[in-house]
């Protein structure tokens, strides 16, 4: 099929890639001018592990190119995949104009020569599908050039669940694949764009194994509005069950209890499942906090207070704050101290810092009179770039980040710094403090190197 995606960001790039690896031919549309001439190039604007050579497969299966203007794009598709950003407002609900300005811009595009499904990738607010089919109308009627037929298309919700860090890995390999629509014409279209995906019916790349447990994936068909109920339920539900790791772990440390304990414990239940248990400094990213906070303003529109959901983002703006606290307990004076971060990633494997808890350590620390010394194996340049008023000392590599520092803070569980040389870690320092936002570390080999230690809700009291 031909297909374009609007927005080369983390999710369009992934997606357009997969797509024509898959055997579509794909046009990819951005309307930053730098990131399509990069893009063109053969480089990704983002890093994520196997995506340059996703890229370069794609070129040779069913073909991808790189446009700034989708006129003639959406004018040869088949179908149209809206993936632009949907930002939060300051009010918590989603900023839509981005997606607004793509679906009048496929309306301005469109002509009467063949049957369209536009998509909506994004992550957008329950009614948004409605939305995108009235603009599009809109663009339709103010168009140019009026048609002489009647411009038939159909609008779909297919909502992304990759993970930046493993996005070829899950694209390729998906739990499900969701598909909204009002009627069959538009469903049945979208189950053959995915057929290769959903009959896994290609060969796997050497960057991504499929999985030895791998069956067919299941498709879910459903209406635009569950469809669009499944993408915010997932992650809210997600945010909740980090957030419960997190309740418990605070309980854990007053108790004496070891919360890494009481979640494997817990996890090994089937009804529970082991994944997104992990007690730390919280979680981060572009998406969990927008879609918590969309969510709750759909309800709140609907006349709906959900409880449950407010309470997932104040325990996890929480965590973020007990860092500051551990530190105070064990410096007394911050104002003159070096505190090094290892990691300014919102997760391992991605330079992605939108909302990553490094940014609010890092701000609230230098603001309390603190030197912040930092060091992430690819955020950094993303770091200066994008926060230029942070003034944070970058280090070359982790140890130098530890030189002379009062206490180290491990914020993003990189898998480099697990293994650490702890000794030599300690010798640098200033003062052996290791406040382990991840409970990355073994407390024992990294009290035997010579640290004083602090996890998160690891047993304080026999500490
Ligand atoms: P992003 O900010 O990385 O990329 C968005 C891109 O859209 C940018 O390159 C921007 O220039 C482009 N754009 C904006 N307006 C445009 C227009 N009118 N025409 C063409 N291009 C335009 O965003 P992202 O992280 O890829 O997220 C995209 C959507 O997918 C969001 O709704 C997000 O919530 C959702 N999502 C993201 C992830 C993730 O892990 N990043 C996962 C699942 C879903």
Not at 112 to 137: D, E
Not at 441 to 452: C, I, L, S
């Amino acid at each position: 099929m031909r297909v374009t995606v609007i927005g080369t960001g983390y999710v369009g790039t992934v997606t357009g890639a997969c797509l024509a690896f898959l055997g579509h031919r794909v046009t990819c549309v951005d309307t930053d001018h730098a990131k399509i001439a990069k893009l063109r190039a053969g480089e990704p604007t983002i890093y994520e592990p196997g995506l340059e050579d996703l890229i370069a497969l794609a070129h040779n299966r069913g073909g991808i190119d790189f446009q700034t203007d989708l006129t003639l794009p959406v004018r040869e598709s088949d179908v149209i995949f809206i993936a632009v950003g949907t930002p939060p407002l300051p009010t918590g609900e989603s900023n839509l104009a981005y997606l607004e300005a793509a679906a009048r811009g496929i309306g301005n595009s469109m002509d009467a020569s063949k049957f369209r499904v536009v998509v909506n990738k994004s992550t957008v607010p329950v009614g948004t599908g409605n939305l995108v089919q009235t603009l599009i109308r809109e663009g339709i009627a103010e168009s140019a050039s009026p048609q002489q037929a009647p411009i038939q298309f159909g609008v779909a919700s297919n909502p992304e669940f990759l993970r930046e860090g493993s996005a070829i890995h899950d694209s390729l390999y998906p739990d499900r694949i969701v598909l909204g629509a009002e009627e069959s014409r538009t469903l049945d279209l979208m189950r053959k764009l995915y057929e290769p995906l959903s009959t896994q019916a290609f060969e796997e790349p050497d960057f991504a194994a499929r999985p030895a447990t791998m069956g067919l994936v299941p498709v879910v068909s459903t209406t635009l509005t569950s469809a669009e109920m499944i993408k915010y339920s997932a992650n809210a539900f997600l945010t909740v069950k980090i957030g419960f790791a997190n309740e418990i772990a605070n309980i854990c440390e007053r108790v004496g209890a070891d919360v890494t304990e009481v979640m494997q414990g817990i996890g090994l239940d089937s009804r529970i499942g082991a994944k997104f248990l992990n007690a730390g400094l919280g979680w981060g990213g572009s998406c969990f906090g927008k879609d918590v906070s969309s969510l709750l303003h759909t309800a709140s529109e609907y006349g709906y207070h959900a409880h449950l959901l407010q309470a997932s983002l104040a325990v996890n703006n929480n965590q973020r704050q007990i860092i500051i606290q551990r530190l105070q307990e064990k410096l007394g004076i911050l104002k003159g101290r070096t505190i090094a971060l290892l990691g300014l990633s919102f997760k391992p494997n991605t330079d992605d810092l939108r909302d990553a808890p490094s940014l609010l350590i890092a701000d609230k620390l230098i603001r309390m009179g603190a030197r912040v010394k930092a060091f992430d194996p690819v955020a950094v340049d993303v770091c200066r770039t994008h926060h230029p008023d942070l003034h944070i000392h970058y280090a070359e590599d982790a140890m130098s980040a530890l030189d002379n520092a009062d206490a180290l803070v491990l914020i993003t569980e990189w898998p480099e710094f697990a293994s650490l040389d702890l000794a030599a870690a300690a010798a640098r320092m200033a003062q052996p403090i290791l406040i382990d936002g991840r409970n990355l570390f073994d407390p024992n080999k990294v009290r035997a190197a010579g640290f004083v230690y602090e996890g998160i809700g690891r047993a304080r009291r026999h500490a």
